[in-house]
């Protein structure tokens, strides 16, 4: 049996493309956002949703006091978007919400204006996990418009050469 090399389970990591949304909330604890590339489904039935956000952050801290969260899922021409929540364009750190327009859906969390997909949830649970939280969010409320999604991988921004599906004579069975 060969031993795990960490080194190339972060290589694979990086390769895996993924879509890039920012985790928002507001309430008592605050008004945060922060990019993250790790959410998914959790179950349809009922709908729940989850996020991992670094548990160091203001983000995580704000979202385990104000109860509350919102998965912006987007769209390729919001890279913007995605880099002032990273902390990446200086004109925004100090308020990285000014980077576009903003409106709130059923729990007040923030949600992009024109935003692909939002997902409004109340938080259900938590787990630590080493350096992340995971966040389990019952949705509340979902608003989605056309668009592209802006993917991550290996270190870099990508998008999808064509939105077309890959046909069954595609496959070889």
Not at 13 to 42: K, Q
Not at 105 to 119: D, F, K, Q
Not at 145 to 169: F, I, T
Request: hydrophobic letters at 45%.
């Amino acid at each position: 049996m060969s031993q795990f090399d960490p080194n190339l389970f972060k290589l694979a990591m990086r390769r895996a493309a993924t879509a890039v949304s920012v985790v928002t909330t507001d309430g008592p604890g605050g008004r945060f956002g922060v990019t993250v590339s790790s959410f998914c489904t959790a179950t349809a039935e009922p709908p729940q949703m989850l996020a991992c956000v670094w548990k160091t952050g203001p983000a995580a801290a704000a979202i385990r006091e104000n109860k509350l969260f919102c998965i912006n899922v987007l769209a390729r021409s919001h890279r913007h978007v995605a880099d002032s929540f990273a902390g990446r364009i200086e004109r925004w750190r100090n308020d990285r919400f000014a980077c576009d327009q903003w409106k709130t859906l059923a729990t007040g969390a923030p949600v992009l204006h024109e935003g692909m997909i939002a997902l409004d949830c109340s938080l259900v649970s938590e787990l630590e996990l080493s350096t992340h939280y995971v966040f389990v969010g019952h949705v509340e409320s979902v608003a989605v418009n056309d668009g592209v999604p802006l993917l991550y991988s290996d270190g870099h921004y990508r998008r999808m050469a064509e939105r077309d599906q890959v046909s069954a004579d595609d496959l070889l069975l």
